[in-house]
């Protein structure tokens, strides 16, 4: 028997489709990474997503909602794999275990579970980390061929799990400070960004390597668009902010801010641009608010960048802007059909 | 090359056209019996005419339109009433309703007809007159009486739409018809611009129906109409709805609760201009229509049936497959399923689908809604679903009226996209039905406080009345006993012995008493006010007397 009230017909796009299709969108992001990093992160991708379906499971089951279904529709997955990718390789596995279990437990399902959360649960997961452990979140890998030592898959594992490094390898001789955090540090030490840019770490745009993973994202978010899986406000109105904020200082006093280029390529950017701010559950639902809420994430990406304590801003400013999604929602409601005209 | 414009969303679900509109209309067979409800139109019931045991020719007023808003049944066929009752109807209510049930003899005769061959001789009075006595309504689905849609009005009428659209998936009935009887669409489509006094007559049909744009091109040219134009539109659901339909031929958008007509334009689909053309040059009452059998049946295909042919006694001349387990009246979007298998072929039924488990496989559970706006991109009233659908949950139905409740068509476009299965729409007639429940039960109260108050006055008043007669019997019996011979002076000087005086005083308290209850009788505060405030209670009445009619129009924008 069909329903019993129209329409009959749906048409057949479930919500474990859409999602699917944005992991998906990671994977060229994800393997720019393996080739320029290691495999490293492969293996706190896995950690993290059994630890969010492990969670997942556990919070439906508490509250007696049906499991299966809502397994299957990879909204879990997703965020641990965008918690995975926003935190060092090298972390030690408790810690992703750590920031993943928090965010689908506390952020997603004390909220209500998904469609609820207010925020994005994998930057409510970051924040947690980085302020809990921040020296871990430093942690990074230096790029292939540019360490002095590089670690065998194995010998990653063994750090991963057990912290321990091969001897005579000291943890500096692997990992490194990010660009972004690497400029903040040397123009603190009054260096000049023309002379920071001449590092080695630094590549045509942004970071040896991290600029090409964030390309790897931007080719995701292409298809994303492509797919109609996300609109172009988001991704648009936040890059064009951060590229406009960014160019004025650099405009104004280009030896203390570098180009807007270089912020576009490094960090989260990217990432947050295509794969986070577009969290459809956490960001407006109109397209001016869309406008509005990207724009203003933009902004606070730099500001936290350029002026805050922390290296990267986009957690923060994803959820800052979060806070504000009812109320960027509550006015932006656009015209309807026949009521354009000056009164409703 | 016309510039069409625009609507805004709208989706693209499988037509599921070509199975039934290959072949030609066929004369359904004369069914074992007939049941006709008398209400299949919008407004008032039908006024019973005849009585069980009678018998009735072909045509024969059944019911005759009561009061305003109201149209006329017919017998589809003659034959003997055998009873006049409730029974389950084509309806989305679900709730029974009165038919007449009609047993056919056979010879299908005809009442004598008044057909008319020059119908510009008749007064526009008269043929409005003629096409409410023959019960045509508007055949897209809204079944509203046409007579009331074909006055001039104030405002001039420019355009008269004529729908051929037919954008729901599955029905091809309008099709069938454009196809085969394009020359009397056309010459009542003259009659209804006559009425109107409407410059030109644009005539959309989506372009995935070649044959009926050709047919219907070829009627123009042929019956040598003038200002009057055959107009491919996209196809895109819901395009046939009335208010997307004249948006993209025209530009222009009526709003929920406006008249196209007040902008501008009038919209009849193609079926009731045929209707309303064999109403008045041929005589014949709308007693039969063209309906689409289709989806779980072996021979999908267009039927001419008569009005109150039970279903399944149609739906089997196309061969019902065996698993069929119900009927949908209408297409897959908005259509209803029926309550019974048996009843009654309507004015409003364009569409029987047999319906299987298989042709329509239940909805996977209901996910929770993620945001995705999916349900927003494809609104064609431009609302915005995900917030209707939140407080329509939560009951906030303020909120939901704040945020274009009654603007929704209903159209279904929300709920077909929806990747996490919501029923949405399911949710919005909820919350509408809520909200007019609550302006009822307010209605209620409203007029128990009224007939409270009055009674409550109207207490006061004879209290008071009783006081003032009491107070003039006593005055008069005292000025009859003033008029009486002078009294002892004595008598005078000692006031307090005198039981005149005491009277008298006694009097004055009474009359102060009543004087007293009168003033402390406030006034209400539904008198004594202020302009503006018997501005804004206008427009407060206004605004639930538009509610109301929507309550009643809601089927109006049906594609």
Same mark, same amino acid.
């Given at each position: 028997?069909?329903?019993?009230?129209?329409?009959?017909?749906?048409?057949?796009?479930?919500?474990?489709?859409?999602?699917?299709?944005?992991?998906?969108?990671?994977?060229?992001?994800?393997?720019? #990474? /393996?080739?320029?990093?290691?495999?490293?992160?492969?293996?706190?991708?896995?950690?993290?997503?059994?630890?969010?379906?492990?969670?997942?499971?556990?919070?439906?089951?508490?509250?007696?909602? =049906?499991?299966?279904?809502?397994?299957?529709?990879?909204?879990?997955?997703?965020?641990?794999?965008?918690?995975?990718?926003?935190?060092?390789?090298?972390?030690?596995?408790?810690?992703?275990?750590?920031?993943?279990?928090?965010?689908?437990?506390?952020?997603?399902?004390?909220?209500?579970?998904?469609?609820?959360?207010?925020?994005?649960?994998?930057?409510?997961?970051?924040?947690?980390?980085?302020?809990?452990?921040?020296?871990?979140?430093?942690?990074?890998?230096? =790029?292939?061929?540019?360490?002095?030592?590089?670690?065998?898959?194995?010998?990653?594992?063994?750090?991963?799990?057990?912290?321990?490094?091969?001897?005579?390898?000291?943890?500096?001789?692997?990992?490194?400070?990010?660009?972004?955090? *690497?400029?903040?540090?040397?123009?603190?030490?009054?260096?000049?960004?023309?002379?920071?840019?001449?590092? =080695?770490?630094?590549?045509?745009?942004?970071?040896?390597?991290?600029?090409?993973?964030?390309?790897?994202?931007?080719?995701?978010?292409?298809?994303?668009?492509?797919?109609?899986?996300?609109?172009?406000?988001?991704? /648009?109105? #936040?890059?064009?902010?951060?590229?406009? *904020?960014?160019?004025?200082?650099?405009?104004?006093? =280009?030896?203390? #801010?570098?180009?807007?280029?270089?912020?576009?390529?490094?960090?989260?950017?990217?990432?947050?641009?295509?794969?986070?701010?577009?969290?459809?559950?956490?960001?407006?639902?109109?397209?001016?608010?869309?406008?509005?809420?990207?724009?203003?994430?933009?902004?606070?990406?730099?500001?936290?960048?350029?002026?805050?304590?922390?290296?990267?801003?986009?957690?923060?400013?994803?959820?800052?802007?979060?806070?504000?999604?009812?109320?960027?929602?509550?006015?932006?409601?656009?015209?309807?059909?026949?009521?354009?005209?000056?009164q409703s | 090359?016309?510039?069409?414009?625009?609507?805004?969303?709208?989706?693209?679900?499988?037509?599921?056209?070509?199975?039934?509109?290959?072949?030609?209309?066929?004369?359904?067979?004369?069914?074992?019996?007939?049941?006709?409800?008398l209400h299949?139109h919008v407004g008032n019931n039908a006024r019973v005419m005849v009585e069980?045991?009678?018998?009735?020719?072909?045509?024969?007023l059944?019911g005759a339109p009561e009061g305003h808003l109201s149209s006329a049944?017919?017998?589809?066929?003659?034959?003997?009433?055998?009873?006049i009752d409730m029974?389950?109807?084509?309806?989305?209510s679900?709730i029974?309703d009165l038919?007449?049930?009609?047993?056919?003899?056979?010879?299908?005769?005809?009442?004598?007809?008044?057909?008319?061959?020059?119908?510009?001789?008749?007064t526009?009075t008269e043929?409005r007159h003629?096409?409410r006595q023959?019960?045509?309504?508007?055949?897209?689905?809204?079944?509203?009486p046409?007579d009331m849609?074909?006055y001039a009005h104030k405002h001039?009428?420019?355009?008269?739409?004529?729908?051929?659209?037919?954008?729901?998936?599955?029905?091809?009935?309008?099709?069938?018809?454009?196809?085969?009887?394009?020359?009397?669409?056309?010459?009542?489509?003259?009659?209804?611009?006559?009425?109107?006094? &409407?410059?030109?007559?644009?005539?959309?049909?989506?372009?995935?129906?070649?044959?009926?744009?050709?047919?219907?091109?070829? &009627?123009?040219?042929?019956?040598?109409?003038?200002?009057?134009?055959?107009?491919?539109?996209?196809?895109?659901?819901?395009?046939?709805?009335?208010?997307?339909?004249?948006?993209?031929?025209?530009?222009?958008?009526?709003?929920?609760g406006v008249r196209?007509t007040n902008?501008?334009?009038?919209?009849?689909?193609?079926?009731?201009?045929?209707?309303?053309?064999?109403?008045?040059?041929?005589?014949?009452?709308?007693?039969?229509?063209?309906?689409?059998?289709?989806?779980?049946?072996?021979?999908?295909?267009?039927?001419?049936?008569?009005?109150?042919?039970?279903?399944?006694?149609?739906?089997?001349?196309?061969?019902?497959?065996?698993?069929?387990?119900?009927?949908?009246?209408?297409?897959?979007?908005?259509?209803?399923?029926?309550?019974?298998?048996?009843?009654?072929?309507?004015?409003?039924?364009?569409?029987?689908?047999?319906?299987?488990?298989?042709?329509?496989?239940?909805?996977?559970?209901?996910?929770?809604?993620?945001?995705?706006?999916?349900?927003?991109?494809?609104?064609?009233?431009?609302?915005?679903?995900?917030?209707?659908?939140?407080?329509?949950?939560?009951k906030n139905l303020d909120k939901a009226e704040d945020?274009?409740?009654f603007?929704?068509?209903?159209?279904?476009?929300?709920?077909?996209?929806?990747?996490?299965?919501?029923?949405?729409?399911?949710?919005?007639?909820?919350a509408k039905s809520e909200i007019w429940a609550q302006e009822a039960a307010k209605k209620s109260a409203d007029a128990a406080r009224e007939r409270h108050e009055f009674r409550e006055s109207r207490i006061e008043r004879e209290k008071r009345e009783k006081a003032e007669k009491l107070a003039a019997r006593e005055k008069s019996a005292v000025e009859a006993r003033a008029q009486a011979p002078l009294q002892p002076a004595v008598a005078a000087s000692n006031p307090d012995a005198d039981p005149e005086n005491t009277m008298q005083l006694k009097i004055q308290i009474a009359i102060d008493h009543a004087k007293e209850q009168a003033a402390a009788i406030k006034p209400k505060n539904t008198e004594q006010l202020t302009p503006q405030q018997l501005a804004e209670i206008a427009d407060i009445e206004a605004r639930r007397a538009r509610i109301h009619e929507l309550a009643k129009d809601?089927?109006?924008?049906?594609?």
């Open positions: 028997m069909p329903g019993f009230f129209s329409p009959f017909i749906t048409r057949p796009v479930s919500v474990s489709h859409i999602m699917l299709n944005v992991l998906l969108a990671l994977i060229p992001g994800i393997a720019l #990474y /393996v080739w320029f990093y290691g495999p490293a992160i492969l293996v706190s991708l896995t950690l993290a997503s059994v630890t969010a379906l492990a969670t997942e499971a556990l919070m439906l089951k508490a509250q007696n909602k =049906p499991v299966t279904p809502c397994l299957k529709d990879n909204t879990a997955l997703l965020t641990a794999w965008l918690l995975a990718l926003s935190i060092p390789p090298l972390a030690p596995w408790w810690m992703v275990v750590v920031g993943t279990a928090f965010a689908i437990s506390v952020s997603k399902h004390l909220y209500g579970g998904l469609g609820n959360n207010p925020f994005n649960p994998a930057m409510i997961g970051y924040a947690v980390l980085i302020i809990s452990f921040p020296v871990y979140m430093t942690h990074w890998l230096t =790029p292939n061929g540019l360490g002095e030592v590089s670690l065998s898959f194995l010998e990653q594992l063994n750090y991963i799990f057990q912290g321990v490094l091969p001897d005579g390898v000291k943890l500096d001789a692997i990992t490194m400070a990010t660009p972004l955090d *690497t400029l903040k540090t040397q123009l603190h030490l009054n260096g000049q960004i023309k002379d920071i840019l001449d590092m =080695p770490i630094y590549g045509r745009l942004a970071g040896i390597g991290s600029e090409w993973v964030a390309a790897g994202f931007v080719l995701g978010g292409f298809y994303l668009l492509a797919r109609r899986l996300i609109s172009w406000h988001i991704p /648009v109105a #936040y890059l064009a902010t951060l590229f406009i *904020t960014a160019g004025i200082f650099h405009l104004l006093d =280009p030896a203390h #801010y570098v180009e807007p280029m270089f912020h576009w390529f490094s960090g989260a950017a990217m990432l947050g641009a295509f794969f986070i701010l577009t969290d459809p559950v956490t960001s407006p639902t109109t397209p001016r608010g869309k406008i509005i809420f990207a724009a203003g994430a933009g902004l606070l990406t730099y500001l936290i960048r350029a002026f805050g304590g922390f290296p990267d801003g986009m957690a923060f400013a994803t959820l800052l802007m979060n806070i504000c999604v009812p109320l960027i929602d509550a006015y932006t409601q656009p015209k309807i059909f026949g009521k354009k005209g000056a | 090359m016309r510039t069409l414009y625009q609507f805004h969303g709208g989706i693209h679900p499988p037509t599921n056209k070509t199975q039934s509109n290959q072949t030609p209309i066929k004369q359904a067979a004369l069914p074992s019996k007939l049941i006709i409800p299949q069980a045991g009678q018998h009735v020719l072909k045509g024969q059944l049944v017919h017998a589809p066929t003659s034959g003997t009433i055998t009873a029974q389950p109807v084509a309806h989305a679900g029974p038919c007449v049930t009609l047993i056919p003899d056979g010879r299908d005769e005809w009442i004598a007809r008044e057909s008319c061959c020059d119908w510009q001789g008749l526009h043929l003629r096409l023959a019960g045509v309504v508007g055949l897209g689905g809204a079944v509203f046409s849609k074909l001039k009428i420019k355009t008269l739409v004529l729908n051929g659209a037919e954008c729901e998936p599955y029905i091809t009935c309008d099709d069938l018809l454009m196809r085969e009887r394009a020359a009397e669409i056309l010459l009542g489509v003259e009659m209804m611009r006559a009425l109107l006094y &409407a410059e030109e007559v644009l005539i959309g049909i989506e372009d995935n129906k070649p044959e009926a744009i050709d047919a219907m091109r070829a &009627a123009v040219a042929a019956g040598k109409h003038e200002r009057m134009e055959v107009i491919a539109v996209p196809t895109v659901y819901p395009g046939g709805g009335a208010k997307q339909l004249i948006r993209v031929l025209t530009g222009i958008e009526v709003a929920a196209s902008l501008g334009v009038q919209c009849f689909n193609v079926g009731t201009a045929y209707s309303a053309w064999r109403a008045i040059h041929h005589g014949e009452p709308l007693i039969s229509r063209i309906v689409t059998v289709t989806g779980n049946v072996g021979h999908p295909q267009n039927f001419e049936v008569l009005i109150g042919t039970p279903m399944d006694e149609l739906v089997a001349q196309a061969d019902q497959l065996p698993d069929t387990s119900g009927y949908i009246m209408g297409g897959p979007m908005m259509g209803v399923l029926m309550p019974s298998m048996q009843v009654g072929v309507v004015k409003a039924t364009n569409c029987i689908i047999a319906a299987s488990s298989k042709l329509f496989p239940k909805a996977a559970p209901a996910l929770p809604c993620i945001r995705c706006i999916r349900c927003a991109d494809v609104c064609p009233a431009e609302l915005q679903p995900q917030e209707l659908y939140w407080f329509s949950k939560a945020y274009h409740l603007d929704c068509i209903e159209c279904g476009a929300c709920s077909y996209v929806c990747p996490s299965n919501i029923p949405l729409v399911q949710y919005y007639r909820f809601t089927s109006d924008g049906q594609p």
